[in-house]
C-alpha cells in the first residue's frame, strides 16, 4: 500500500522521493568514477555534508578501494571502516592541503548554506582540495 508520508519523509527512507532522487544522481556519479578511474586505484573522497547511509546501502564501498572522508557539522558515527566521519565548515576547508582528495562529492548542501556567497565560498573550497 502506498503512504503519503513515506513519499515525503527523509531521504534516508528508500520510499522518498529524495531517495529515489539522490539514488538516480548516484548512478551519474559512480558512471564518472568508472569513466575517469581505475579500479585498482585507491580513491580519497571528501563527501562535503556525507551520510553513511549514502554509501552504505551500495556495492560502492565494496566495489572500490576507496577512503571517504563525510564532513559535517558534528561527527557522526559511520559504522564502516572506509567511512570516517569529521566535523567541519564547508566554506572553509582550511584544515586540507589544496589537491588533499581525489574527488569532492557533496549531494544536497549547497541549498543549506541560504547565501551566495557562502555557496560561492564552498564551491572554491571544494575545488581546491579536490584534484
Known amino acids: 500500500m502506498f503512504k503519503f508520508k513515506n513519499l515525503l ?19 551519474v ?3 564518472l568514477i568508472e569513466k575517469n ?3 585498482n586505484t585507491k580513491l580519497k573522497i571528501l563527501d562535503v ?6 554509501w552504505s ?22 559504522g564502516h571502516p572506509k567511512l570516517k566521519s569529521v566535523k567541519g565548515d564547508a566554506t572553509d576547508l ?7 582528495f581525489d574527488l569532492v562529492f557533496s ?11 557562502n555557496q560561492i565560498k564552498m564551491a572554491k573550497e571544494c575545488v581546491r582540495v579536490g584534484k
Open 9 to 27: 519523509s527523509t531521504s534516508a527512507n528508500p520510499e522518498s522521493i529524495g531517495y529515489k532522487f539522490r539514488n538516480r544522481r548516484f548512478i
Open 29 to 31: 556519479f559512480e558512471t
Open 37 to 39: 578511474f581505475d579500479k
Open 49 to 54: 555534508g556525507g551520510a553513511s547511509y549514502f
Open 57 to 78: 546501502d551500495k556495492d560502492f564501498l565494496e566495489k572500490y578501494d576507496v577512503e571517504i572522508t563525510m564532513l559535517n557539522l558534528d561527527v557522526v558515527e559511520s
Open 94 to 100: 582550511s584544515e586540507y592541503q589544496n589537491d588533499s
Open 107 to 117: 549531494n544536497s548542501v549547497i541549498e543549506h548554506l541560504y547565501t551566495w556567497e
